[in-house]
Nanobody, 122 residues
């Protein structure tokens, strides 16, 4: 069982930066692929980024590639999402999730945080 708690969301102007954090409870954090997803009002939840258990491989949605960076610190049971050059279209609730297998499909993720709101003003 893994419990996830996100933090770091907020209101920022376009072009600004935010760093999201997700702290996991449970002794098996390091065995999970960790992902970030987001959901804007009226839209489906979409994949943003994921990182393998070792942190050796990362994957990004085309819409955030080059602007967002996912990282993890297994010793601290924490995964991060550094978001730079933010755009109004990045506005959404951002969710942290854990999967035993990984992938971009949210159905592959067994555990989810409660979400943190990111709002980017024009």
């Amino acid at each position: 069982q893994v419990q996830l708690v996100e933090s770091g969301g907020g209101l920022v102007q376009a072009g600004g930066s935010l760093r999201l954090s997700c702290v996991a409870s449970g002794r098996t954090f390091s065995s999970y692929v960790m992902g970030w997803f987001r959901q804007a009002p009226g839209k489906e939840r979409e994949f943003v980024a994921r990182i393998t258990w070792s942190g050796g491989r990362t994957y990004y949605a085309d819409s955030v590639k080059g602007r967002f960076t996912i990282s993890r610190e297994n010793a601290e049971n924490t995964v991060y999402l550094q978001m730079n050059s933010l755009k109004p279209e990045d506005t959404a609730v951002y969710y942290c999730a854990a999967s035993p297998t990984g992938g971009s499909d949210n159905r592959l993720y067994d555990y989810w945080g409660q979400g943190t709101q990111v709002t980017v003003s024009a």
